[in-house]
């Protein structure tokens, strides 16, 4: 395969970046696009320039760490896939591919396509957890949780925590990557004690880190590689809303 | 240097909580003013950095990772093993201790495997707690499923994720304690070298991979749970980033090295497609539980399938041979990694592989999904279906899957005693960086099972033994050791910029590993290693010359990361070679071709061989090799049969 690709640079986070074009004239179809980046990185290597500088790690869609917006869309054009997941067989022979990191107010790009995203920690360090130290927890299966729930807790604590939600949506909302982590808390019977408090602090560092709000687009569920429901976030809304009328 | 294994008297059941009321406290007034770092956050380091945080420890905790959650325990697949017997179907500690031990090969310590059994039960209960999703019955209560070497159902598991949701339990564990200040995390670090202070740990050298900058770190103790050294084959089901510089930078500054020609070779990860690849991707072994493995039964028919004019398909069932189930009826498709993967490359070397390079062997499904349903199938395995797809293009609810072995764990690392204490005082190992608990081969399941039982469980107990005898002075980082520490650190990463020689990092990194794997990988003789080692020379050499390493160190710099890496599995796969060549008996993973029974199976050496080889750094020549043996009190040592 041959490509043209069109690849964002940038030096630091005070440099102000720009677009540079490449050429690969030897990528196949069943590389991984991570595996063409590392293919035009040695090419780049071997002429002396600056390899570009990518975050990623497992390459199996597991860890979180990749993420580019790949002709626009985070994660490419696949679905269901993290960046590390996406195969050149869904691109054509002569493509020009855009590559650009995440682009948000609360991600800032640190080189190139590699951008912060510790904002995310910082919300999880609010409240996305239950109160439970090593060595005082009760028996395993004194307490049984329906299968369905424990299901629907599962299919919100799926998120990989890789930002995509933030990349695709217009307003640069975390609200699906919040509401996946309350969501799952707030549906097990551990999560009760703290579930009032997990959702106003969790939400109050989600706008401090300047994410903005949702307006109900779906785009991050149609590009989160889990296919992480926009129903969590209706059940953060609930939950926020209740916390809110308890508290007053 | 002398190796104390510190197990305590008694009797196997009894010596875990017999040595927890022998050892030392801190008393809680005292545990505020002692700092502790733990390096690493994955299952491990995070469980660990949790715990000792709450027990009111001042905690330091690194990752090179931009968040503690993408430590490579999250990648884990098929689930956790745990002695609860919820299934009544005869499960024990005991049992476990004892599947443990033969799945190892009987290399591993008795008294560390029975209290891993122990705390096993114990690590359910704290995840449920967190609010780790596990696999239910309809009921409400846990599931479990089948591993290999076992005939028990005791895994515990949340689909094919059962790492991720172990790994953000104790993540969460974890931000906990950051956001009561009693843990202050250090993201995008990398250990670079470990400080000696009066030969005790006492703090670490880290680089700043954003900024450069080499940072110095004290603590009154430091803990390395930095996973183990799978990517020396450069190909491997590892994460690209995870390395053994930690515990190789450790080993340099006197701590011992135990075993390190024990390596997991997985059997069911998906085939090598090209010369290009950057990683191999597991698929679990949970899959064994549904799924039968076979070739065609006549090297002809193989033929077509690798020429692509049949597939399989088109293969009755009378053409196949489930060769697993043939030589193994007893366990048939769940006998142990070390065993399915040998049993896999000698059908694929006699010339039976279905894909294109060979190498490769069917799982089906066709029999689970037509007893079951596909639903139920997806059910249990649905991310790992959806995975494969995505990597091979090709639905496996209605072909076979293609699988082969592929690297996957290392049972070796650096050597602990029951503490988990390493030969440096102070310096202590947890999960997969240390050697302690798997013996020549690792069941499956129990990876995730040792990491947490070291972190929530052990450290938390045997480390206030080391700290009860520690000053409380505040530990500094304005001395000569730290200053010598820190100048080595930044010479070298100056040193790795400025050569910009011929071969990029990635090169040498492959050239080593197909070394590795040639001839340190699933079949060892001793001609092999002793010319592996003299090529392991030969790339040191290249890569002290000729390495080009674009960029400068002040910046994020990948290829830099990267060339100190593998400037240390370098050094390691050299001293797995002399492991593997002075370990003249197979054993587990360890597979001597000279030392195989006349059907093929590895044959132990238990008169001279029942012993931990520890190897001692020795700057100025060969690295020097010291023997803890193995005394079996409970389990009589036999040749593992799964037959």
Redesign the interface.
């Known amino acids: 395969m041959k490509l043209t690709l069109e690849v964002w640079r940038q030096k630091n986070s005070e440099d102000k970046g720009k677009f540079e074009t490449y050429t690969l004239d030897n990528a196949n179809e069943h590389m991984s696009f991570l595996e063409m980046l590392d293919v035009l990185n040695e090419k780049l290597t071997k002429e002396g320039k600056d390899p570009v500088a990518f975050s990623h790690d497992c390459r199996e869609g597991i860890c979180g760490s990749c993420g580019c917006v790949i002709n626009g869309r985070p994660h490419g054009p696949d679905e269901e896939v993290a960046t590390c997941q996406l195969h050149m067989r869904k691109f054509e022979d002569g493509q020009k591919i855009t590559i650009e990191p995440w682009r948000a107010k609360g991600f800032p790009v640190l080189k190139d396509l590699v951008v912060d995203r510790s904002a995310f920690d910082r919300i999880m360090h609010a409240g996305g957890f239950i109160t439970v130290s090593t060595g005082s927890a009760v028996d395993a299966n004194l307490m049984p949780i329906p299968k369905a729930i424990a299901d629907e807790a599962f299919s919100a604590a799926n998120c990989i925590g890789c930002g995509a939600c933030v990349a695709a949506c217009k307003n640069a909302s975390a609200m699906l990557f919040v509401a996946a982590k309350v969501s799952h808390l707030a549906l097990l019977p551990q999560g009760q004690a703290e579930k009032t408090e997990r959702v106003k602090k969790m939400v109050k560092a989600m706008d401090q880190e300047g994410f903005g709000n949702c307006t109900n687009t779906g785009a991050c569920e149609a590009e989160c590689p889990k296919s992480i429901s926009i129903r969590h976030i209706a059940r953060m809304n609930r939950e926020y809303l209740s916390a809110s009328i308890a508290s007053e | 240097m002398k190796l104390n294994s510190n197990i305590p008297e008694g009797n196997l059941q009894d010596k875990w909580q017999n040595h927890k009321f022998k050892l030392k406290l801190v008393n809680p007034a005292n545990k505020r003013k002692l700092k502790v770092i733990v390096v690493g956050t994955g299952l491990a380091g995070a469980?660990a950095a949790?715990?000792l945080a709450?027990l009111g420890y001042q905690v330091d905790a690194f990752t090179f990772?931009?968040?503690?959650?993408?430590a490579?325990s999250?990648?884990a697949q098929g689930g956790i093993n745990a002695a609860?017997n919820?299934h009544n179907d005869g499960d024990s500690v005991y049992r476990l201790f004892y599947d443990t031990i033969k799945g190892g090969d009987y290399r591993a310590r008795e008294a560390n495997v029975y209290r891993l059994a122990e705390v096993s039960v114990?690590i359910?209960?704290?995840?449920?707690?967190?609010?780790?999703?596990?696999?239910?019955?309809?009921?409400?209560?846990?599931d479990n499923r089948s591993f290999g070497g076992a005939q028990v159902s005791r895994t515990f598991y949340?689909?094919g994720?059962t790492g991720?949701?172990l790994l953000?339990g104790a993540?969460?564990?974890l931000?906990?304690q950051?956001?009561l200040g009693t843990v202050t995390?250090h993201?995008r670090r990398e250990m670079l070298d470990v400080v000696l202070i009066d030969g005790h740990a006492k703090g670490i050298i880290v680089r700043n991979m954003?900024t450069g900058e080499i940072e110095r770190h004290a603590a009154h103790a430091v803990i390395l749970a930095t996973g183990g050294y799978g990517n020396v084959y450069y190909l491997s089901t590892n994460?690209?980033?995870s390395n053994v510089t930690a515990a190789w930078r450790a080993h340099k500054k006197g701590a011992a090295f135990a075993n390190p020609c024990y390596t997991q070779i997985h059997p069911t990860c998906i085939p090598q497609?090209?010369e290009?690849?950057?990683?191999l991707?597991?698929m679990s072994e949970s899959l064994r539980n549904d799924g039968r493995v076979w070739v065609p039964k006549s090297k002809e028919t193989a033929e077509k399938v690798r020429k692509g004019e049949i597939t399989a398909l088109d293969i009755p069932e009378s053409e196949r041979d489930y060769f697993l189930e043939r030589r193994y009826p007893s366990f048939g498709n769940l006998v142990p990694r070390d065993v399915a993967s040998r049993a896999a490359k000698e059908r694929c070397d006699a010339g039976f592989g279905i894909v294109p390079t060979g190498q490769g062997v069917y799982l089906d499904f066709a029999d689970a999904i037509k007893r079951t349903s596909a639903h139920l199938i997806e059910e249990k395995y649905g991310n790992l279906f959806?995975?494969y797809n995505?990597?091979i293009?090709e639905d496996p609810y209605k072909m076979p899957m293609k699988i082969y072995p592929a690297v996957h764990y290392t049972m070796g690392g650096l050597w602990v005693d029951y503490n988990l204490m390493t030969t440096i005082p102070g310096l202590f190992a947890l999960g997969e960086a240390n050697f302690s608990d798997h013996g020549a081969n690792r069941l499956g399941a129990s990876a995730l099972m040792q990491g947490l039982a070291d972190g929530?469980?052990v450290i938390?107990s045997t480390i206030s033994n080391y700290l009860a005898d520690v000053e409380f002075t505040k530990p500094g980082t304005d001395t000569a050791e730290f200053d010598r520490a820190a100048k080595e650190v930044k010479d070298n990463t100056d040193d790795l910029t400025s050569k910009?020689g011929k071969y990029?990092v990635?090169?040498l990194h492959r050239q080593l590993g197909k070394i590795i794997w040639d001839k340190v990988g699933m079949g060892r003789t001793a001609e092999g290693l002793k010319e592996a080692i003299q090529q392991i020379n030969q790339i040191k050499e290249d890569f002290k010359k000729d390495v080009?390493v674009?960029?400068s160190a002040a910046?994020?710099n990948?290829?830099l990361e990267k060339a100190g890496r593998v400037q240390d599995f370098i050094e390691l796969g050299e001293l797995m070679a002399r492991d593997a060549l002075a370990r003249e008996e197979s054993c587990g993973g360890h597979f001597r071709e000279e030392h195989q029974t006349e059907e093929g199976e590895a044959l132990r050496n238990d008169e001279q061989f029942a012993h931990v080889a520890a190897w001692e750094y020795n700057a100025n020549g060969d690295p020097v090799r010291h023997q803890e043996e193995l005394i079996f009190e409970n389990v009589k040592l036999t040749q593992r049969s799964y037959k």
């Open positions: 469980s949790a715990s709450e990772h931009d968040s503690p959650r993408r490579h999250i990648a609860k919820y114990n359910i209960d704290q995840a449920v707690a967190q609010g780790v999703p596990f696999a239910r019955e309809y009921g409400g209560l846990l949340a689909k994720q991720q949701q953000l993540y969460s564990a931000n906990r950051i956001s995390m993201n954003v994460a690209k980033n497609s090209g290009y690849q950057s990683k991707t597991l959806q995975m995505k990597i293009d929530y469980f938390p910009k990029t990635d090169e080009h674009p960029g910046e994020i990948e290829a």
